[in-house]
């Protein structure tokens, strides 16, 4: 971390850093990045780029601002996601047979997608801020061809079906716009250990503004920090519900990108896919070791995971047959560093084998950066 000093009572920090995280699916990601703060007008900018060893890469830029005369945060975020065999098991969680074929290429899907985004928000009372904002993604799917050859997958099955509506099954644009609200009651954004953070939004995206399939959704968040002994042991537990009033295109659903653990950790990426989801994500963490650092800490913490979620409401079908809570269990270790760094080792498996890779239960390991929630 560089300071540069440009007036007596005014400063920037230019701040370069390396990229780089893994987990057992996704494979080494590496990159730099580049965060530029100018604390006179309150503004920063954000520049990375990084690239996985599976061949997908992405780039993303995000400038914010304060205007603290008005109490209002402007944030503009652009990126451009090259997801090479993005894992794609069909929709409805149980409903699909993720191991019919025991070849990974079958679950794949290439997925490309450029976007742009402009969010305000601002104080309603105390620690509750609306919040609203446009989004703009153009999206490109299709077929992915693996190692193996070109051999048919379960994405070209299923637009052989029709279940993917051929007008859809290529990408397509979505225009959206969405309000809400969100409530920040943590006593720490770096190391919470107590409070509460919630968020709600709907979202529209009609095609009177070049949507190419009309939806009209919501998406909601509630993440609690019980501390049960002192601030040392802490059960931190998250909510999450995402939907649409009706089937959206199949590239608007709710999918984990290259840049997350999945929703569920230890279970297949994209493995709950349907109209409506839910999900939940549970630590509890003990700080076993705490140094003074300067001003800070070294913190060595600790944790028992239990994640779970499932479909609520089916894409493109009229009811259930198989679907039922997808579980998965495990342990991890975050190790907080002065300033607000945190690195995080875990591994979680299913709790049944049909959310593992090629059915044999296994689990996942990922390492890094942060905290996942």
């Not at 968020?199 to 049960?228: N, Q």
């Amino acid at each position: 971390m560089l300071l540069l000093a440009t007036a007596g009572y005014s400063y920037a920090r230019l701040h370069t850093g390396i990229i780089l995280s893994y987990d057992s699916h996704n494979k080494l990601r590496y990159g730099a990045e580049l965060q530029y703060d100018h604390t006179p007008s309150a503004s920063s900018f954000y520049l990375g780029a990084s690239a996985f060893t599976s061949g997908s890469a992405l780039a993303q830029v995000r400038y914010t601002k304060i205007f603290p005369e008005v109490g209002i945060d402007l944030a503009v975020n652009g990126g451009y996601f090259r997801e090479k065999g993005e894992f794609f098991y069909g929709f409805n969680g149980y409903d699909t047979d993720a191991f019919a074929v025991y070849n990974d290429d079958y679950y794949k899907i290439n997925r490309n997608t450029a976007n742009v985004s402009v969010d305000l928000t601002g104080p309603i009372w105390r620690d509750l801020r609306w919040k609203a904002g446009y989004e703009f993604r153009y999206l490109k799917t299709g077929h992915f061809t693996g190692k193996e050859g070109d051999i048919p997958t379960l994405y070209d099955m299923l637009v052989a079906s029709g279940t993917i509506i051929p007008d859809d099954a290529d990408g397509g644009i979505i225009s959206m716009l969405h309000a809400g609200f969100d409530l920040d009651l943590r006593n720490d954004d770096e190391y919470t250990t107590s409070g509460v953070k919630a968020d709600a939004e709907f979202r529209y995206a009609p095609t009177l503004l070049g949507t190419s399939h009309e939806f009209m959704g919501y998406k909601g968040m509630f993440s609690h920090w019980l501390p049960l002994v002192s601030d040392r042991l802490v059960l931190a537990y998250r909510l999450q519900a995402e939907g649409f009033l009706k089937d959206p295109a199949f590239y608007a659903l709710p999918y984990d990108d290259i840049l997350s653990s999945g929703r569920v950790r230890g279970i297949l990426r994209n493995r709950i896919q349907g109209r409506s989801v839910a999900f939940f994500n549970s630590e509890l963490r003990f700080e076993v070791l705490r140094l003074p650092l300067g001003s800070d800490y070294f913190r060595l913490v600790p944790c028992g995971i239990f994640d779970g979620g499932r479909v609520l409401l089916p894409f493109a079908a009229q009811s259930f047959t198989n679907e039922k809570m997808h579980l998965s269990a495990g342990a991890g270790i975050h190790i907080h560093l002065p300033g607000g760094t945190a690195f995080t080792f875990e591994y979680v498996k299913p709790l049944r084998a049909e959310d593992s890779r090629h059915n044999t239960g296994s689990g996942i390991f990922y390492v890094h950066t942060g905290v996942f929630f």
